[in-house]
């Protein structure tokens, strides 16, 4: 079994503010994915959320101050992040986050963090003037210096009425960003540029053409790429699913030629260009502005007319990225995917047929590159993701 999959053991910490209520949900995510949580409070935490709650959630004892007496040896400190494979502290108020940046430990969570071998993040929660502060800007500097991950708030409304940057990333996106804490970084400093999902080309203000891509692979390649330590840039059509959190940028585009347009405003800062968008060959040439009606018995003739190839034009860039293809097909997938490749000049292809992959949670792929053709079994399209990744990350080296 691929390793990243793996269940981990997560040591979360929660600190005293109102974003506490959104780590029991994040607990549950945890436990859903296969993974053991510890949960340590600071004393301020536990007057927003009971630690008989959490006990509840993640089945195990909920520590609070260092004389818990939950240690056997009395070294609570040194065993918790010894037994965890990555510490998260969320909420992490503007408090805790001083006293970590400056080596202070004078409750169980700041010790545990000052004693650690496994990796840490904090997820920030707090109001945006305290966010804002010189100070906290500077705690959070020394934090990223120090090698602490960072999964900086989003922008929104506050509890205290304010709106502003200090919401606490949501719980799923945390639960999606804590396996970046221990993935090994093999696309580490790579600018990658995927596009994912089903271009719409319009007949008229109501009907187009598309197709039944749900952008599951593209997304799961985004978060692959991104947990391998890349900068993912992510263009996108019409989608089924959910987008990554942690990505440098994102934009939709929904026909082929919006697509096309995206991606070559982006492809030139690029070092890796992952085309995985089901994209329409052809476009509606006599497209209406108006809604088309019935005429008795005589159907509208459509015209078309073909889109261009983002493919194969980046490929063509005089400094091309490295660019990897995919080819889902119906039948005779291997010898078509080969020839697109040849035909296409890119170092690397992912066939998979239509039948298994498209719009469903899985994927049986096999990877044609100059030096090897590899098939796996049929996984989940996230292990897919990963197999692309390492494959892509040998080839670059």
Same mark, same amino acid.
């Given at each position: 079994?691929?390793?990243?999959?793996?269940?981990?053991?997560?040591?979360?910490?929660?600190?005293?503010?109102?974003?506490?209520?959104?780590?029991?949900?994040?607990?549950?995510?945890?436990?859903?994915?296969?993974?053991?949580?510890?949960?340590?409070?600071?004393?301020?935490?536990?007057?927003?959320?009971?630690?008989?709650?959490?006990?509840?959630?993640?089945?195990?004892?909920?520590?609070?101050?260092?004389?818990?007496?939950?240690?056997?040896?009395?070294?609570?400190?040194?065993?918790?992040?010894?037994?965890?494979?990555?510490?998260?502290?969320?909420?992490? $108020?503007?408090?805790?986050?001083?006293? #970590?940046? *400056?080596? !202070?430990?004078?409750?169980?969570?700041?010790? %545990? &963090?000052? +004693?650690?071998?496994?990796?840490?993040?904090?997820?920030?929660?707090?109001?945006?003037?305290?966010?804002?502060?010189?100070?906290?800007?500077?705690?959070?500097?020394?934090?990223?210096?120090?090698?602490?991950?960072?999964?900086?708030?989003?922008?929104?409304?506050?509890?205290?009425?304010?709106?502003?940057?200090?919401?606490?990333?949501?719980?799923?996106?945390?639960?999606?960003?804590?396996?970046?804490?221990?993935?090994?970084?093999?696309?580490?400093?790579?600018?990658?540029?995927?596009?994912?999902?089903?271009?719409?080309? $319009?007949?008229?203000?109501?009907?187009? #053409?598309? *197709?039944? !891509?749900?952008?599951?692979?593209?997304?799961? %390649? &985004?978060? +692959?790429?991104?947990?391998?330590?890349?900068?993912?840039?992510?263009?996108?059509?019409?989608?089924?699913?959910?987008?990554?959190?942690?990505?440098?940028?994102?934009?939709?585009?929904?026909?082929?030629?919006?697509?096309?347009?995206?991606?070559?405003?982006?492809?030139?800062?690029?070092?890796?260009?992952?085309?995985?968008?089901?994209?329409?060959?052809?476009?509606?040439?006599?497209?209406?502005?108006?809604?088309?009606?019935?005429?008795?018995?005589?159907?509208?003739?459509?015209?078309?007319?073909?889109?261009?190839?983002?493919?194969?034009?980046?490929?063509?860039?005089?400094?091309?990225?490295?660019?990897?293809?995919?080819?889902?097909?119906?039948?005779?997938?291997?010898?078509?995917?080969?020839?697109?490749?040849?035909?296409?000049?890119?170092?690397?292809?992912?066939?998979?047929?239509?039948?298994?992959?498209?719009?469903?949670?899985?994927?049986?792929?096999?990877?044609?590159?100059?030096?090897?053709?590899?098939?796996?079994?049929?996984?989940?399209?996230?292990?897919?993701?990963?197999?692309?990744?390492?494959?892509?990350?040998?080839?670059?080296?």
């Amino acid at each position: 079994m691929n390793p990243l999959f793996m269940s981990k053991h997560i040591l979360l910490g929660i600190t005293g503010g109102i974003a506490a209520y959104k780590s029991c949900e994040l607990v549950r995510l945890l436990k859903k994915q296969g993974h053991s949580v510890s949960v340590v409070m600071t004393n301020s935490a536990t007057e927003f959320v009971s630690p008989l709650t959490f006990q509840a959630l993640t089945g195990n004892p909920v520590l609070s101050d260092t004389y818990s007496g939950a240690s056997n040896n009395g070294m609570a400190h040194i065993n918790l992040t010894r037994e965890a494979d990555a510490f998260l502290i969320a909420p992490a $108020t503007a408090n805790t986050i001083a006293k #970590i940046a *400056n080596g !202070s430990a004078d409750n169980l969570l700041t010790t %545990l &963090a000052a +004693a650690r071998k496994c990796p840490l993040a904090v997820a920030p929660a707090m109001n945006v003037e305290m966010w804002n502060n010189p100070a906290n800007l500077r705690n959070i500097e020394q934090l990223v210096s120090d090698g602490i991950t960072v999964f900086y708030p989003n922008s929104g409304e506050q509890a205290c009425g304010e709106t502003g940057t200090g919401r606490m990333v949501e719980a799923v996106d945390l639960a999606d960003l804590l396996e970046d804490l221990w993935t090994p970084k093999l696309l580490s400093s790579k600018k990658v540029l995927i596009t994912a999902g089903a271009t719409f080309e $319009t007949i008229d203000p109501v009907r187009g #053409i598309t *197709n039944i !891509s749900s952008g599951q692979m593209g997304m799961a %390649l &985004a978060r +692959a790429c991104r947990a391998a330590g890349a900068k993912v840039t992510l263009i996108y059509g019409q989608i089924q699913t959910a987008l990554p959190a942690g990505l440098a940028h994102s934009e939709q585009a929904i026909s082929a030629e919006a697509m096309y347009q995206a991606v070559h405003r982006h492809i030139h800062e690029q070092d890796v260009f992952i085309s995985v968008a089901a994209v329409a060959d052809y476009k509606v040439k006599n497209s209406s502005n108006e809604k088309l009606k019935k005429n008795g018995n005589q159907p509208p003739v459509i015209e078309l007319t073909e889109n261009p190839d983002i493919l194969a034009s980046v490929a063509t860039l005089p400094s091309p990225p490295f660019c990897v293809g995919f080819a889902a097909e119906s039948h005779q997938v291997l010898e078509f995917a080969r020839t697109k490749r040849l035909r296409k000049n890119v170092p690397m292809l992912v066939a998979n047929q239509v039948s298994v992959s498209m719009g469903k949670p899985t994927n049986q792929i096999t990877i044609i590159d100059d030096l090897a053709e590899t098939s796996f079994p049929e996984t989940s399209k996230r292990q897919a993701a990963d197999e692309i990744v390492k494959r892509l990350a040998e080839l670059l080296a």
